[in-house]
């Protein structure tokens, strides 16, 4: 018995076929066309899954949760169209990173297995698909993508948006406004965004994070300093408990 092409297993996974020549390109990332001349990359098909995604997401969510506020719609969408939910799906339900079409510096540096590129992957696919097989045929792979994703986030709490969980958190604790300090590392087409969440009036950080936009490196800041403030969250609210105490029995005292 012959094992399927590999091909044909990335077929499986998204349900649909796609012409070789669409399929070369959804694939083809900006390096490999740089050290190709003429070669087209995904970019293009990126933008409009992107976009198809979004479309697809929100009317699934739109339709489960008549109840849910736009705000809880939209940090619920942006949690299961995230890079770290579509890389997911990159790797454990298309195994796509063998099948990257990489220049060979990025391919060295283990692109196959960024998050970044895997993210932009599953979104070129979708477009892909949808040049080939219009709306309805998308709409079928993104549901087979991404709906067990769409029913997961909304059992979750905090981690839906962690930076707006982290400020609630912090006026929780009687704690200032968290802030953001960013930095940028790397070349102008692989930056790298360095975030540190601080607060207080000495800026004490309580979590860094990084990504590939200002966004994703927050995001990851403000996670790790949720964490920390929870952590610590039944020792400062005894402190502002005993605090508030003492400050009653002084009041008391001078009456």
């Not at 094992?3 to 990335?10: D, H, N, T």
């Amino acid at each position: 018995m012959t094992e399927p092409e590999p091909r044909e297993e990335l077929f499986s996974a998204l349900g649909v076929t796609i012409s070789p020549d669409l399929l070369i390109q959804a694939l083809t990332h900006r390096s490999f066309s740089h050290e190709h001349p003429g070669t087209s990359n995904y970019e293009r098909l990126e933008f409009l899954g992107d976009a198809v995604l979004e479309l697809v997401s929100t009317e699934t969510l739109f339709t489960l949760h008549p109840d849910m506020t736009e705000g809880q719609l939209a940090k619920m969408r942006a949690k299961a169209v995230s890079e770290e939910a579509l890389s997911a799906i990159a790797r454990d339900k298309l195994h796509v990173g063998p099948f990257i079409l990489l220049g060979h510096g990025e391919a060295e540096s283990g692109g196959a297995e960024k998050s970044s590129i895997l993210c932009d992957i599953v979104e070129s696919l979708i477009g892909a698909t949808f040049l080939e097989h219009g709306i309805e045929g998308a709409r079928k792979v993104v549901h087979r993508l991404i709906d067990d994703t769409l029913a997961e986030v909304a059992t979750e709490g905090p981690a839906l948006d962690w930076k707006t969980s982290l400020t609630v958190k912090a006026h929780e604790l009687g704690l200032e406004e968290p802030r953001y300090r960013m930095s940028v590392s790397g070349p102008e087409y692989a930056q790298e965004f360095i975030a540190k969440a601080t607060i207080g009036p000495k800026d004490d950080i309580i979590g860094k994070g990084t990504g590939t936009s200002k966004r994703k490196a927050q995001l990851a800041a403000a996670e790790m300093a949720w964490h920390e403030l929870d952590r610590y969250a039944p020792a400062l609210k005894a402190a502002r408990k005993n605090g508030s105490s003492k400050h009653r029995r002084s009041g008391s005292a001078g009456n």
